[in-house]
């Protein structure tokens, strides 16, 4: 493990979502790691079978086989992943499934934008961010409302 290198983790369903993230971390011209996984089983059997755990796992809802959320509740629960970072990354934002995984425990909640600037803004900011503040300080007006497009 490269301790100047961040290891990130996308669970997405989505090729094309995929593929969009992709290119807009590489533009942020990071020294990182990009794994990605398709649904929801296969990210879990990615972080039960690895050695090097992500920094930030980026978890889409809405996934065949095992949900983002039943992903995150597991993840949770599990003593080697509890304190990993997840942001919920999802087109689905209504108000209960915020809540949802406010109270499931994502560190943040991002709506999926539909612009290279603004995801590569919100992916900016959330890889500059002190995680180690977020979450000792974690409340519902720094979860959603400054990394939320509309």
Known sequence: MD??????????????DRRFFKKVFDSLKINHSLSMCEDGPELMAYLD????????IFLDIN???????????????DSRLR?????????LSSPAAVEE?????????IRKPNDFDDLKKILCDVMYMNWQYVTDGLNRENY??????S
């Open 3 to 16: 301790p100047e290198k961040l290891y990130i983790l996308l669970a997405e369903d989505d090729q094309d």
């Open 49 to 56: 079978d690895s050695h090097i755990l992500p920094h930030i």
């Open 63 to 77: 996934m065949p086989g095992k949900s983002g959320m039943e992903c995150l509740r597991e993840i949770r629960s």
């Open 83 to 91: 304190d990993t970072t997840v942001a919920m990354y999802s087109s």
């Open 101 to 109: 995984a406010f109270i499931a425990g994502a560190n943040i909640f």
């Open 144 to 149: 959603m409302i400054n990394y939320y497009t």
